[in-house]
């Protein structure tokens, strides 16, 4: 379905023909009469720059939108317009952030396994967490707590899409600077914990965020449906990261059950140079710690 606000900025920055700010868009759509009905509220700048924001995260080059500064856009296909200034011609990059684990509440787990780093069956990290678990933002956890996570692994029949750590990752370290990874890294925030979850603590859901967050479809670069991603995952164990104080169920989607279409692998600040390797062709001595653990064991097969 299209977004009412998206829908919104766009015509009237095509009718504007010119760059503003959710503030000034909103205020043309009333003063011109585009304001749907539907649509009200005090905060309304906010949503709709949010929007915006995120529509240019999500689809990057391929979004209508783009920043021509803080907090004011335009519409990419009009950019080329020659009696439009040189300054709003150019799309300016959003400051780099390391992404933050402290925007919402995630999965703590009092439970500490004794192996600094080990495998361990799905069943038994789940009884772990179960025993003594609470949702809190990461700057209450104590020294006894553990954060609980998803390490997603993407494949294609037998090729595995690795990526390397953005110096903008909250898993980002010099230890890992130059190493690959097999999955991507997700602590399990409250939001997962949904009632159509189909896995405890909504595991099925940090995954699938995690994987649509990374991954487009189709011609279009569409997002993928989120319930095929959930009813694909297979959990294959789980492990203990000590460098992050972190356990992490491993989870695998393959994505030859979730979609026939093209594969779009997007590129971000915490993600770098994502690429499909085939199983037997990754150099264990070039992926992260946990990456190789996994692959040694034979889990992923």
Known sequence: MAD??????????????????????????????????????????????ARISDDINIFQQDSKFYRVGV???FLRDLSSDPTLPWALRKEKEPPGRTKS??????????????????????????????RNNSFKYAHNRLPSETLVGTFTIVRQGNRLLLHNFGKFSHFYSEEVAENS????????????????????????????????????????????DDRKIRQSIKLLGAAFEAIQHSIFL??????????N?????????????????????????????????????????
Not at 108 to 113: A, G, I, K, Q
Not at 207 to 215: C, G, L, P, T, Y
Not at 263 to 290: A, C, Q, S, T, Y
Request: charged share 30%.
């Open 261 to 301: 279409q093209g594969i779009f692998l997007r590129e971000r600040k915490d993600v770098r140079n994502p690429r499909w390797l085939w199983i037997d062709e990754i150099d264990l001595h070039l992926i992260d710690p946990l990456s190789r653990a996994i692959l040694d064991s034979g889990l992923v097969e």
């Open 101 to 130: 684990i402290d925007t919402c509440r995630i999965l703590h787990s009092n439970e500490l396994p004794k192996d600094s780093r080990c495998l361990v069956a799905t069943d038994k990290a789940l009884s772990w967490v179960r």
């Open 71 to 73: 907090g004011t856009y």
């Open 4 to 49: 009412s606000y998206l829908q919104l900025a766009e015509e009237v920055l095509r009718a504007r023909g010119k760059p503003l700010s959710a503030k000034l868009i909103l205020s043309e759509a009333q003063r011109f009469g585009f304001m749907p009905e539907h649509l009200s509220g005090a905060t309304m700048h906010k949503t709709l720059q």
């Open 181 to 224: 990874t097999i999955g991507f890294r997700r602590y399990i925030e409250e939001f997962d914990d949904d009632i159509f979850k189909s896995t405890e603590f909504g595991v099925d859901f940090s995954s699938a965020r995690e994987v649509i967050r990374n991954i487009a479809v189709g011609p279009e670069k569409d997002l993928i």
């Open 250 to 259: 491993i989870a695998e989607v393959n994505l030859e059950q979730v979609s």
